[in-house]
């Protein structure tokens, strides 16, 4: 009897053990790194992009950094440049992966992985609340590996209860893994 429940601790441990190595960022980490390329949309024709995913905090977060530099138009002869900061995190009580996103221009977004239109190559985070926006708008912002060392990420907007519009696309190459 006593073997039987030193086997059984042992399996339990080995269990425990194997299951506190799994990171819940395993099926999104292709996104680590440091990155750079360039854009279109977002009210002006190109921009250039440098995008950084890194794990932080004993690797409970990932910092993301995003920076656009957009090119001077007629409406903004200087340009423009965009800065977004956010962590992504794993909420347990959930079980979901939540990006909390700041932007320069004062909007707060609380994405969510959503699992059902995610897979392998294609990571799609829908908003979850969004601060300071319209009533009833929407974002979505989906991140399509195209291979090892390139990324493509697509931001969508939804006006009050209306389909998603493309705002803008960016193409990445990684820069470095980190």
């Known amino acids: 009897m006593k073997s039987k429940i030193q086997v059984f601790c042992w399996v339990l441990m080995i269990s425990v053990s194997l299951n506190a190595q799994n990171s819940p960022f395993e099926r999104i980490s292709f996104i ?3 990155w750079e390329g360039m854009g279109t949309g977002f009210g002006n024709e190109k921009s250039t992009i440098s995008s ?3 794990l932080v905090m004993a690797d409970q977060y990932i910092e993301v950094i995003n920076q656009s530099k957009f090119e001077p138009t007629n409406n903004k002869p200087e340009g423009e440049f965009h800065v977004d900061k956010g962590f ?3 909420d347990k009580i959930r079980n979901l992966i939540v990006f909390r996103q700041f932007n320069i221009e004062g909007y707060v977004n609380t994405y969510l ?3 059902s239109l995610s897979t392998d190559e294609t990571l799609v985070f829908q908003t979850e609340t969004i601060e300071n926006f319209m009533p009833g708008g929407k974002a979505q912002w989906t991140i399509k590996k195209i291979d090892e060392n390139q990324i493509e990420t697509v931001f969508d ?3 009050s209860n209306q389909g998603y519009t493309c705002f803008g696309t960016n193409r ?3 820069k470095k893994n980190l």
């Open 32 to 34: 680590i790194g440091e």
């Open 52 to 54: 950084g995913f890194k």
């Open 88 to 90: 992504i995190s794993f």
């Open 113 to 115: 992985l959503i699992d």
């Open 157 to 159: 907007v939804s006006f």
């Open 172 to 174: 990445l190459k990684r």
